[in-house]
């Protein structure tokens, strides 16, 4: 039986995408409110003595992060590759993977009704 937590984070961060045909809106510098959702999975029998996947609390060096490195910046300036959603969500896993090791996934958010997410 696999259990899981999620807790969700905003930043807010310009970017622009490209490869985009001429006049697509994302191809212009624009700016999003964004969500990102981590998510932990624990088997039952690998739950912490006291019956949590993770402590919520332990997910505050991630907060401080998110601050610190995406929170009002230009992610063209901090992603290597094209900061799409997809590539934002991946990109957040696999910095975060080695530190959570519970990390089952990452969800971004741009909108309130779209999401991406990387899950491998």
Request: aromatic share 10%; charged share 25%; with cysteine.
């Amino acid at each position: 039986m696999t259990l899981r937590i999620s807790k969700q984070f905003a930043f807010s961060a310009s970017h622009r995408l490209e490869g985009l045909a001429e006049g697509h809106q994302c191809a212009r510098l624009h700016g999003h409110n964004y969500l990102v959702e981590v998510e932990l999975a624990a088997e039952a029998e690998q739950l912490t003595p006291v019956g949590f996947v993770r402590d919520y609390g332990d997910l505050a060096p991630f907060k401080r992060w998110i601050d610190d490195t995406v929170d009002h910046q230009h992610l063209n300036d901090i992603v290597r590759a094209n900061p799409t959603a997809e590539n934002l969500a991946r990109w957040m896993y696999e910095l975060w993977a080695r530190q959570l090791p519970e990390l089952s996934a990452v969800r971004i958010s741009e909108t309130p009704r779209t999401w991406a997410e990387f899950r491998p």
